[in-house]
C-alpha cells in the first residue's frame, strides 16, 4: 500500500492561458485492507491535478509493488497545472519499468489496475481527464444524477456488453475478478479516455473494486448525496463497504469542484 498525497486537503488550481482561469477543489483520500485480505495491495495518488487508484494482483506482495509503482509515477504530475494523455501514457510505461527492475516475487500475473481523474486544459475550457485500465472505477454526482464514467476492463463486462448475462448476474458470476486489461509485464499500458468538462458543484468517486462489490449504485448515490464534505463521504463509504463484508481492499477518493473561474464550460461530454 502506498499513499500519495494528503487524506484531506483543498487547492485551488491555476491553469496556463491568458484568463487566469482556475479551479478550487476539496478531497479526501481513503484506504483499508479490509476484513479478509491480510495485506493491503491498493495505492492511491491524490495530489492536485491528478486522482488515481490502483489496485494491484500478484502474490507475495507483488500486487503492492505493482500499484505502488503506477501511483509513484503519476506523482510526477504534482504541481503541474495541466496533464495530457501523452504525460499519463509515458509515467504508465515507466512504471512498468520499474515493476521489473524491481525484482522481488513478481511474475507475469504481477500488474494493476489504475483509474483516475485529472485536470486538463482545453481549447475551449477546462475538463476532466478520466482515465481507465482495469476494474477500478470513476464515478460522476452531477445535479442528482450518479453516473459511472468509465467502464470495466473485464471478462464479466464483455458477456454485458454481448447481452449473454444481465449486470445483476455478472456480481456474482465466477469470473467477476477476471480483467482484461491491467498495466503489467506484458501489456503496453494503454487507458480508455474520456473528458469530461469541468462544474461547479459536481463530485468525483474514484474508487476500487473493493468498494463497487459491497456496495451498488443506489448505495454509492446515497452516501454522496448525504453528506456535505468529501471526507464524511469517503468514510461513509468505506465503512458500508467493510460493514457489508469487506471482502477486499477498499480505497476511495472523493474530489468536490468548489469554483470554477476563468474558463468557459460546456457541461457536456467533450
Not at 14 to 20: H, I, N, Q, R, W
Request: net charge negative; charged share 20%.
Amino acid at each position: 500500500m502506498t499513499q500519495i498525497g494528503q487524506g484531506i486537503s483543498e487547492q485551488t488550481i491555476v491553469l496556463p492561458g491568458d484568463d487566469a482561469a482556475s479551479v478550487t477543489l476539496a478531497w479526501s483520500a481513503i484506504t483499508d485492507t479490509g476484513r479478509r485480505r491480510e495485506a493491503n495491495e491498493d495505492s492511491f495518488m491524490a495530489v492536485a491535478p491528478v486522482f488515481a487508484v490502483a489496485d494491484g494482483m500478484g502474490g507475495h506482495s507483488a500486487g503492492d509493488v505493482a500499484s505502488a509503482a503506477v501511483v509513484t509515477r503519476l506523482a510526477e504530475s504534482s504541481g503541474s497545472t495541466s496533464i495530457s494523455t501523452s504525460d499519463i501514457e509515458r509515467q504508465l510505461v515507466d512504471a512498468v519499468d520499474d515493476m521489473a527492475r524491481g525484482g522481488g516475487e513478481t511474475d507475469s500475473g504481477t500488474g494493476t489496475t489504475v483509474t483516475g481523474a485529472a485536470i486538463t486544459r482545453l481549447a475551449d475550457g477546462i475538463a476532466w481527464l478520466v482515465f481507465n485500465i482495469g476494474d477500478s472505477r470513476v464515478y460522476l454526482l452531477s445535479h442528482g444524477v450518479l453516473e459511472q464514467l468509465t467502464t470495466d476492463h473485464s471478462i464479466v463486462q464483455e458477456l454485458v456488453d454481448a447481452g449473454h448475462i444481465s449486470r445483476e448476474e455478472a456480481e456474482t458470476h465466477p469470473h467477476a475478478n477476471v480483467i482484461t486489461r491491467a498495466v503489467g509485464f506484458h501489456e503496453v499500458p494503454i487507458p480508455d479516455y474520456r473528458l469530461i468538462a469541468i462544474e461547479p458543484g459536481m463530485r468525483l468517486l474514484i474508487c476500487s473494486d473493493g468498494l463497487t462489490k459491497e456496495l451498488t449504485p443506489y448505495g454509492i448515490r446515497h452516501y454522496l448525496m448525504s453528506t456535505d464534505t468529501p471526507d464524511a463521504a469517503a468514510r461513509g463509504l468505506l465503512d458500508a463497504a467493510l460493514e457489508n463484508g469487506g471482502r477486499d481492499n477498499v480505497t476511495v477518493i472523493v474530489v468536490d469542484v468548489i469554483d470554477v473561474v476563468g474558463a468557459a464550460t460546456d457541461p457536456h461530454d467533450h
